[in-house]
């Protein structure tokens, strides 16, 4: 069973060492960068970040943007399953688990961004409804935009 926890003092290392290890980055950079999304949310109050279970089991991290002016809209900035749980369908079930959470809270409209030459998540985005909004930033994200 799918579950989100807080990242806190019990868990912030494991949380610091999932990895994707999708391609030849090392795994220290995929540490590196849910550690710097922690550290990013702790200087921005409309950031939140959890940590993503199976039963018991860490599996994953996400973080997404709600402004207070639109607490109508998420935007999931980092959605990542660590790579010892890839191809159990665990993305899937953890999206769908975060979008019922966001729904809850009172959120219509969620965005999710990818890398660009991530097609994997590419794939879960369109199979999850998701619709590519056409639009890139400067960093080769493309948004995927979902009416709840």
Known sequence: MIRIKAVDR???????????DRDDVPAERHSYRNALSIAEAGYDPEMHFNAIYNNQVLIGFFMYKRPERHAETAAICRFMI????????????????????LRIQGVRKVILMTDDADKIAENLSLSSGFCFTGKTDENGRHYYEFEL
């Open 10 to 20: 019990q868990n912030i290392q494991a949380v610091c060492g999932l990895t994707t």
């Open 82 to 101: 660590d790579d010892r749980f890839h191809h159990k369908g665990f993305e899937e079930k953890a999206l769908e688990h975060i979008l019922r959470g």
